[in-house]
């Protein structure tokens, strides 16, 4: 079975989403309906919802969301990590509806202006309660980011956290540093895996698996197929290609594989990585 490790929900006219005026043709209400009819055609059984903004009561919205479709087996939301209260919050998280489907942390760093805001002492103990929860931080961080994300994680005992679209490299330049070099540091910390997602926007209009395919070899040298997991990134991706598109190109660029690696890349390691059979995370 394949699981999508990585998609989004939103709704424009709900809930302000000013990221959007940059970007027009995502400027309107994507449904978890949508979503689930665009997995079904394309064989995805099971799927993980990631927050979009630094905003608590889209969390709480996510796990009600998640509750009603088992086909939403995990979601990733947020909680401001400099607060003195994550633990707290990740509890009233958890007893909320559909709060057993809560199955990691993420927080929009890329837009944060501070390289080193990871590195940040609150920070740092907010990353430990999300550790303490047993839950996995997803890691969105530009190149420039990358090397507080090692310091971080590393500073972090138990920490198990997931680098979102291989770290953004700038796919247009080809394979270079400090990026190379930097999400193979990350790898090396033994408690990070790496989502092949988002890298068709990376590329940008005209990509090709040509293309992207040198970064995804990179990742698989420095993270294994066993700390590798799919996302599509709907509904970002459609900027540049539709759902099954991402899907396809998926498969294409893993078909060095053998049958098993693929399966773990396409489905297992997300289900072991989030816990989504058993509750409990594994890097």
Known sequence: MTVDG????WDPTKRDHAWLTAVPELD???SIEEFCELAETNGVGRAVLVQVLNDLEETYEFLALA????????????????????AE???????APGGERLVGIRHLVQGEPDPSYLERQAVLEGLRAVAEAGLVFDLLVLPAQLEAAVRAVRATDGLVAVLDHGGKPTIAAGVGEPWASLVADLAGTGRVACKISGLVTE?????????????VDHLLESFGPERLVFGSDWPVCTVVADYGEVVELAGALLAQLTPGERLAVLGGNAQRLYGLESGATEP
């Open 203 to 215: 590329a940008g209009p005209g990509w090709t698996q040509e293309a992207i395919g040198p970064f």
């Open 67 to 86: 509750a009603d479709r088992p086909i939403v087996a995990g979601v990733v939301g947020w909680v401001d990590l400099a607060a003195p209260d994550v």
């Open 89 to 95: 919050v990740l509890d009233r998280l958890r007893h």
């Open 6 to 9: 990585h998609f989004h929900v």
């Open 28 to 30: 309107r209400r994507f």
